[in-house]
């Protein structure tokens, strides 16, 4: 990386805007050879059409033709030709950034008109894959028990809860129609689209193309459905609970209770009434809620006040004025819309204006508060997006596309809105117990809020120049404004026992905004021959993060006594950065049922901005104990993007018409990501700035069986192997290490990451009838995640030596379809968990299991608070959810 003068940026993004532009893909291709069937000599001039749309071609002097530009979707086409009987192709399935490839042989006509029609079935070997690339259509989304994207990206070979081939989490793109919806902030995916408006997600975990950017593992595209040009909707409803007969376990699910979970969704399409030729829209909703499998019991008020000094239990005092109802602790509601219109001005796409909005609230469970369950945070993420899209055809084989899109996501976090709330009491409340005890009372009092408004700008730029090269080039420019804030609510002598807020600037009060903004441009050439296709790119990045760095962190105290804007003789502003990222991706068709890929590239992406202005006072309290979002550290807006280089090779091979298998190795060579470097202030007090020093290798390979779904029932199974190591799994490891007592000496060599799952299994098995009653099964079966052997906060082994218990899971999906009034009905079971599994998500680091810790056995002194020892160690959020039973009905028409 290298810094970079705004007179080169300017250059730069002046070349690049008159270059025309690029953004991720959102369509793909269709392409094939015409023949006479007798003859087999090409046919010249061939019109292809696809039916209900405006896309066609015509066949070259070599018979050759090809469509760009097509959603994907499955569609209709038609191709006709004089003296030839018209022929006519079904279900041609079409997915974004892939070409389907569809040769017609032509029969002469005979006196009589006839037409020759046959369905397409998808290819097992996708002979244009370069990269890992997994691809799940609407039609498959209906047949299976998943609910939300990420459980959906989590069932694809590689994937280890949101890790992306051994990579951290935050290090990849998620796209909504090709337009970023990340959240700088934090990284991760700011909003999805319900699944009941999806029409393709593309899961991409190899060497992705040139076009795509600001990803380290992976990119997720999620293309929603097209608005109509006739009326389509569909409505469901279905409610359900938890079954399971580990009541000893979790509270109050000693019965099945219906109303736990509770679900409306809906959508529409078609054309706006006395506009039919001109618009069409498309909208959606969704209504979730679920009152979670973790609850906690109101025997406690925050405001309440106990005493258990006395070394005599029976003198202890219990101010417990709680009424004792149990109370959701991992609840989760979600509403959601989207809204699509597609505006006709005479060229194929048109004007395309979209909007999605998310609002989610939702509380993470903490097992400190489960008898004082109204003492601790709730959550809530709000998120729009809004896109603006035209496309212009300037011919059958070129088109460009203008996009402009915002994307604003706000996150809250607090126990009462109004920070002067009279209920927030002194933190003296949380500490009337001592030992492991359940709180009595007391109420978190930080604050935490940001916002990020995210704007876009593209134009996309795509020509079939000959019929072997497509090209693609292009740029884009995001500004970026962040807004930030927390505080520390003091209840306390000085505040006269009254919700109070502290100055701002000072330690306990952090305050910001930034402005950074990105610019990225990328050439890629898309190769297809009949022995060969390439995929060859080369990418720019460049940011500029609009921030201020501390020039000596040794000279921290002298900040104490001044107040933003600090002199520059202590610190200065951050530099640009950016990087040339090549990549190639190469595939070789060995016969006509199999071929073979190769790819390779680099890989750049900004940390998330939550590190790079951090404590943007540079104050550092010399005394107290802090959450994280604020903590012992300061952030560094000259932070280096981090740095991927990947390496894949892979095999497709069709071992029947509807059974493949595909084989593909991979290894990443992980550099500049997230560290900590520790300094002292006031020579005593230890903290951090985060920098680029941290490291990692991945290896591995995965094996997948696909059984196309045929003959009333369809399989996919998947094996993956791999090994995720590095330096320090979490940004704060290092300072963590030197906090302990005594102090852990930092890794020099490789350990295992903590999300190193080396073996996982996936299955998915879907049997029956569309038309009439289906069902399917996902399972899967995993290796359990690394751990760090210790007792009593000391270790007793190496970092990550040991393993958890192994992880399985099973859902099943029963629907039963109906056909009445010209609309398609539906009863529908969903089990989540069907075999009740324990499976252990953590675990007591002293034994290595979820149920039983060796703090039980040794001599101690009891909790000096209401509960057990036993009470405390039994721990519900160690495992997984247990078994969650749906029951709904949907109509469609």
Not at 451 to 469: E, L
Not at 766 to 792: E, H, K, N, V, W
Request: net charge negative; aromatic share 12%; hydrophobic share 35%.
């Amino acid at each position: 990386m290298h810094v970079i003068g705004r007179p080169l940026l300017c250059l730069l993004v002046g070349l690049g805007l008159l270059a025309c532009e690029g953004y991720a893909g959102t369509t793909g291709k269709i392409a094939g050879k015409i023949v006479d069937a007798r003859t087999k000599e090409a046919l010249i001039g061939v019109n292809v059409v696809i039916v209900g749309t405006t896309l066609g071609a015509s066949a070259d002097e070599n018979g050759s033709y090809f469509i760009i530009n097509v959603p994907p979707g499955k569609y209709q086409l038609r191709a006709t030709s004089v003296g030839y009987s018209p022929f006519i192709v079904n279900d041609v399935g079409v997915s974004v950034d892939k070409t389907t490839k569809v040769d017609i042989e032509l029969r002469e006509q005979a006196i009589e008109m006839t037409t020759v029609t046959v369905v397409a079935t998808r290819p097992i070997v996708q002979k244009d894959l370069t990269s890992t690339t997994s691809t799940v259509n609407s039609e498959e989304l209906s047949r299976l028990p998943l609910e939300t994207v990420s459980s959906i990206v989590n069932l694809q070979a590689g994937v280890v809860e949101g890790h992306f081939r051994g990579g951290r989490t935050g290090e990849v793109k998620y796209l909504v129609d090709g337009l970023s919806v990340n959240d700088v902030f934090s990284g991760n995916s700011a909003l999805e689209p319900e699944v009941n408006s999806i029409q393709e997600i593309q899961v991409l975990s190899g060497t992705f193309n040139a076009e795509y950017g600001e990803a380290l593992s992976g990119v997720v595209n999620q293309i929603t459905k097209l608005a109509g040009d006739k009326y389509t909707g569909q409505a469901s409803v279905y409610s359900g609970g938890y079954l399971t007969s580990r009541t000893d376990l979790y509270q109050n699910l000693n019965h099945f209770s219906p109303a736990y979970l509770r679900n409306y969704e809906g959508s529409l399409s078609g054309p706006i009434p006395g506009m039919e030729s001109l618009v069409k829209f498309f909208v959606s909703g969704r209504y979730f809620h679920d009152d979670g499998h973790l609850q906690g019991k109101r025997v406690f008020n925050p405001s309440d006040s106990s005493n258990f000094s006395d070394n005599n239990p029976s003198k202890w005092h219990v101010g417990a004025t709680g009424d004792g109802k149990y109370v959701p602790m991992n609840y989760d509601t979600r509403w959601s819309a989207q809204g699509k219109l597609s505006i006709n001005v005479g060229s194929s796409k048109g004007i395309v204006l979209e909007g999605l909005y998310r609002n989610h609230q939702y509380k993470t469970y903490d097992h400190q508060f489960k008898l004082n369950p109204d003492g601790d945070y709730h959550r809530f993420q709000k998120s729009f997006l809004g896109i603006m899209s035209y496309t212009y055809v300037f011919g059958p084989s070129s088109f460009i596309d203008f996009n402009a899109s915002t994307i604003v996501s706000s996150y809250k976090q607090f126990v009462y809105e109004n920070p002067l709330d009279p209920r927030y009491v002194n933190p003296q409340r949380m500490q009337d117990v001592s030992g492991n005890a359940f709180l009595t009372g007391g109420t978190q009092n930080w604050h935490f809020a940001h916002q990020s408004n995210s704007y876009t700008g593209k134009i996309d730029f795509m020509s079939q120049i000959t019929s072997t090269h497509l090209l693609k080039s292009g740029v884009e420019v995001q500004y970026h404004r962040l807004e930030y804030e927390d505080f520390q609510i003091h209840v306390d002598a000085s505040s006269g026992f009254k919700p109070a807020l502290p100055r701002v600037g000072d330690f306990d009060y952090n305050v910001y905004t930034n402005h950074p903004y990105q610019f990225a441009a990328f050439a890629q050439d898309k190769i297809e021959l009949d022995y060969l296709i390439v995929n060859v790119g080369v990418r720019f990045d460049y940011f500029q993060p609009d921030g201020r760095v501390l020039k000596n962190p040794d000279d921290i105290a002298a900040l104490d006594q001044l107040v933003p804007p600090f002199p520059d003789s202590l610190t200065s502003r951050a530099g640009g950065k950016y990087q040339l990222s090549p990549r190639i991706g190469v595939s070789y068709p060995i016969t006509d049922r199999g071929a073979i890929h190769f790819s390779y590239g680099h890989f750049f992406q900004v940390p998330p901005f939550e590190f790079l202005y951090k404590n943007p006072n540079f104050r550092i309290p010399l005394t107290g104990s802090f959450p994280e979002f604020v903590g012992n550290a300061i952030g560094n807006a000259d932070l280096q993007p981090q740095r991927t280089t990947m390496y894949e090779l892979g095999l497709q091979q069709e071992l029947t018409p509807f059974l493949g298998i595909t084989v593909t190795g991979y290894y990443k060579d992980i550099r500049n990501l997230l560290g900590m470097q520790l300094y002292i202030k006031n020579d005593f007090k230890k903290f951090g700035q985060y920098i680029n020093r941290d490291y990692g290798a991945v290896k591995g390979f995965t094996v997948s069986l696909d059984k196309r779904f045929s003959d009333g029932f369809g399989v996919t199974l998947d094996y993956t192997y791999q090994t995720a190591s590095g330096n320090a799994s979490d940004p704060n490891d290092n300072f963590n290490k030197q906090q302990a007592s005594p102090p852990i000496e930092i890794n020099k060599e490789l350990v295992s990451l903590d999300w190193d799952r080396r073996h996982s299994l996936n299955l998915t098995l879907t049997a029956g009838s569309p038309d009439d009653i289906i069902g399917s099964l996902i399972g899967r079966l995993g290796s359990g995640l690394p751990y760090t052997p210790s007792f009593q906060n000391q270790r007793t082994g190496l970092e990550n030596s040991d393993n958890r218990p192994m992880f399985s899971n099973a859902d099943f999906y029963l629907t039963k379809y109906v056909r009445w009034l010209d609309r398609t009905f539906s009863i529908f079971l969903k089990i989540y968990n069907v075999f009740d599994t324990p499976a252990e998500v953590n675990i007591f680091t002293d034994t290595g299991r979820a149920g039983y810790s060796l703090e039980l056995t040794r001599a101690q002194q009891a909790p000096r608070g209401v509960n057990t020892l036993q009470e405390y160690f039994t721990r519900p959020d160690f495992y997984s959810a247990p078994r969650q039973v749906v029951l709904g009905a949907s109509v469609s028409f």
